[in-house]
T-cell receptor, first 113, second 113 residues
Framework: RKEVEQDPGPFNVPEGATVAFNCTYSNSASQSFFWYRQDCRKEPKLLMSVYSSGNEDGRFTAQLNRASQYISLLIRDSKLSDSATYLCVVLNAGGTSYGKLTFGQGTILTVHP | GAVVSQHPSRVICKSGTSVKIECRSLDFQATTMFWYRQFPKKSLMLMATSNEGSKATYEQGVEKDKFLINHASLTLSTLTVTSAHPEDSSFYIC?????????FGSGTRLTVV
């Protein structure tokens, strides 16, 4: 089983649509969780951190369910500029893996007019 | 926020030659840096953890003699791909991120011909 698993998509949605991405992780001791965005041939950029209480940043809402080891990202009112690959990322904070980021394979989103 | 500078952004080299990639922390001291590799349409995979003043820690399956890491100062880590082969062609990214806040270099696209 992969440490971090995502549905690779691709997701093709029209502008204005709402789209949700899911992610599961296998290490129950994982401490911190993030969604990153990666544009083609670029480095990943932090989109938002994910907290158990859920957090929202504009059109983006992230949720963490520790019991189910599940992370989600919801994008409302999709824009053309949202087209990118979305990476679910887990940070290990203990032992020899301290500071190690584990990336999911990414979910490709294409928003079309 | 913290800035990491990676150089070069793109390099094309002949098979059998060596290529050095530099990663510099510009406004902070980084005792630990991480080197990732990303193949096309795949996620980032951690190659090794670079530790200032000591040997790097390599992930399983990564040849330490092929991917030489040097972290001689608190602001510079280098990755040297020795005797490069076409299968080493990839996107290499460094990070000085211990907290998930996205302190990544801009990446180096290596093409071995």
């Amino acid at each position: 089983r992969k440490e971090v698993e995502q549905d690779p998509g691709p997701f093709n949605v029209p502008e204005g649509a709402t789209v949700a991405f899911n992610c599961t992780y296998s290490n129950s001791a994982s401490q911190s969780f993030f969604w990153y965005r990666q544009d083609c041939r670029k480095e990943p950029k932090l989109l938002m951190s994910v907290y158990s209480s859920g957090n929202e940043d504009g059109r983006f809402t992230a949720q963490l369910n520790r019991a189910s080891q599940y992370i989600s990202l919801l994008i409302r009112d999709s824009k053309l500029s949202d087209s990118a690959t979305y990476l679910c990322v887990v940070l290990n904070a203990g032992g020899t893996s301290y500071g190690k980021l584990t990336f999911g394979q990414g979910t490709i989103l294409t928003v079309h007019p | 926020g913290a800035v990491v500078s990676q150089h070069p952004s793109r390099v094309i080299c002949k098979s059998g030659t060596s290529v050095k990639i530099e990663c510099r922390s510009l406004d902070f001291q980084a005792t630990t840096m991480f080197w990732y590799r990303q193949f096309p349409k795949k996620s980032l995979m951690l190659m090794a953890t670079s530790n200032e003043g000591s040997k790097a820690t390599y992930e399983q399956g990564v040849e330490k003699d092929k991917f030489l890491i040097n972290h001689a100062s608190l602001t510079l880590s280098t990755l040297t791909v020795t005797s490069a082969h076409p299968e080493d062609s990839s996107f290499y990214i460094c990070s000085a991120d211990l907290t998930g806040d996205g302190t990544f270099g801009s990446g180096t696209r290596l093409t071995v011909v």
